[in-house]
């Protein structure tokens, strides 16, 4: 019986890598009496803003402010779904009173804007963290 000497775990015979970590198959037997000691690894991904870039809380109050929930979709994708089903709600109410029911477009406006940047601000500072555990 042969084991890796990287992770330690059990090598079939004749192999040329270990399968669990991808080292030569440099043999080594573990101690007599001991089980081979599982290695453990911390993987930090970060998953926010894309490839090499963060998600500018300027540019996503900039395009919220200009084009609306269409300019959220920079930050938040849920955000721009939301505000859109609030403007045409805010639309059917405007209409219904007279173009009273306008007033609350400024409201809305406002509203998405610092959703957008309070989206761009999160998107830049997740970061995820896996444990991986190398043991057969």
């Known amino acids: 019986m042969s084991f890796c000497a990287g992770c330690g775990a059990q090598l079939p015979g004749g192999a040329g890598f270990c399968g669990s970590c991808g080292r030569a198959a ?3 037997l573990p101690p007599q009496g001991s089980p081979a ?3 453990s ?3 930090n991904i970060n998953v926010g803003g894309g490839i090499g870039r963060g998600t500018s809380p300027l540019l996503a109050a900039a395009l919220a402010l200009f084009f ?14 939301v505000m859109f089903l609030v ?3 805010l ?3 405007s209409v219904m009173t007279l173009g009273i029911g306008s007033v609350l477009y400024i409201v809305s406006g406002i509203a998405g804007i610092i959703w957008a940047i309070v ?3 999160s998107n830049t500072s997740r970061s995820m ?3 991986v555990n190398n043991t057969k």
């Open 41 to 43: 690894t911390n993987i």
């Open 119 to 121: 989206a761009a601000n």
């Open 26 to 28: 440099n043999v080594a």
């Open 91 to 93: 639309l059917v109410v």
């Open 87 to 89: 403007d045409i709600a």
């Open 37 to 39: 000691q599982p290695q």
């Open 129 to 131: 963290t896996i444990h």
């Open 68 to 81: 609306g929930p269409l300019g959220m979709l920079y930050s938040t994708v849920s955000g721009a779904i």
